[in-house]
């Protein structure tokens, strides 16, 4: 799940390449899967999950940073944001589905 730090917070994800649209699935075993658009070249697919989790959270792309940038396997770390309200709009994304 999310954790915070005094910076921000980080979670995992598991992310899928080259699905039809840039979505979060749901919570498994503690990490958030992700459906990414873009395919994993040239670090498209990174690229947009850095866009996707800004826009959703309300960061600029600046404060979203990835470790694990050549696995499926991710660490989102997002500054500017508290613990509370990334899992209010990460839950309500989850149930729009």
Known sequence: ??????????????ASPKAGATEICE?????LRV????LPEKGKANLAIIAYFAKLLGVP????????TASRNKKIFIEGISKERAEQLIAKMILQK
């Open 27 to 31: 919570w498994q075993d503690n990490i």
């Open 1 to 14: 799940m999310i954790e915070e730090t005094k910076d921000g917070i980080f979670f995992k994800i598991r």
């Open 61 to 68: 792309k600046s404060a979203v940073t990835i470790k694990g």
């Open 35 to 38: 459906r990414v658009h873009a």
